[in-house]
């Protein structure tokens, strides 16, 4: 069992959290509102987030007023419904400058992307899941063309198995015992191929995952040994299967992965931990 420490949001569990008296009901359904977007339609009604959400109409009538006023969503005059508002970027465009990404690696990233014919992705933790916060693509990339802000579970994925690697061994027994508890089928599943991932990761800097998110799908990812901002990193590159190989993966695609992550550790000016 994890030992956590309650004073400390991100070591509680959803239930403890409501439970603990700092904790904040409008605030967080305010965002619960705005996390219906992420993965949803572009556009949604009070019903429709009422019933997503499990609240009450009047209830999401204020919020949706509230987060209007402030610009981060605004009213679809034809439909009546609600879109993000521009507002949203002012809070994630400060976190993903402060990780210097783009601004050091965009051409290597984009060169590699280029040779391979598919996207290349940087990941952090997002609470149980991944979340991109760089991407980038050749135009003749194949179609999975993740964006920034795209979401991807950790057991099943290269990019998840690469940064619960990263993370320290406290963290990531807190995120694995969440995702025990929470995604058991899974966690059933795929658990027991982390450690063949991380002895990839061991032996090659790297590890391999074909068909467990997609099965139309072959990936290899890198973590970054090092923190940037207080997080950790992991790269990856997103290939059809049928366009390549394990042994491409193996010999050319991963260690060309691999190589770029070391640039941009140097770049970056951090060292591996």
Request: charge should be neutral; hydrophobic fraction near 40%; aromatic fraction near 6%.
């Amino acid at each position: 069992m994890v030992e956590r420490n309650k004073d400390k949001p991100e070591a509680l569990d959803n239930v403890e959290l409501q439970a603990h008296p700092q904790f904040t009901a409008t605030l967080a359904n305010g965002l619960a509102v705005l996390g219906c977007f992420a993965d949803g339609p572009p556009l949604l009604g009070n019903k429709e987030l009422s019933e997503l959400l499990g609240m009450t109409r009047p209830t999401v009538s204020r919020l949706t007023f509230t987060l209007v006023g402030l610009g981060y969503l605004r009213r679809d005059t034809p439909t009546g419904k609600y879109g993000l508002g521009p507002a949203v970027l002012s809070l994630g465009y400060p976190l993903l400058s402060r990780l210097m990404i783009r601004q050091v690696g965009s051409t290597a990233m984009m060169q590699l992307a280029s040779y391979a014919h598919g996207p290349v992705s940087v990941g952090v933790r997002d609470r149980l899941q991944v979340v991109y916060v760089e991407t980038t693509h050749a135009s003749e990339s194949n179609e999975t063309l993740p964006g920034i802000g795209s979401r991807r579970p950790f057991l099943r994925t290269a990019i998840g198995r690469a940064l619960l690697y990263a993370l320290d061994a406290q963290e990531r027994a807190l995120v694995l015992e969440r995702l025990q508890a929470t995604h058991t089928d899974e966690w059933d599943t795929y658990h027991s191929r982390l450690e063949g991932s991380f002895a990839e990761i061991d032996e090659h800097g790297f590890c391999l995952v074909e068909g467990d998110w997609r099965p139309t799908l072959a990936a290899v990812a890198v973590p970054m040994k090092a923190s940037i901002n207080g997080m950790r990193l992991a790269f990856n590159l997103t290939l059809p299967r049928y366009a390549v190989d394990r042994q491409q993966l193996m010999t050319d695609l991963g260690p060309r992965l691999l190589d770029l992550v070391h640039k941009m550790e140097h770049l970056l000016g951090v060292s591996q931990r």
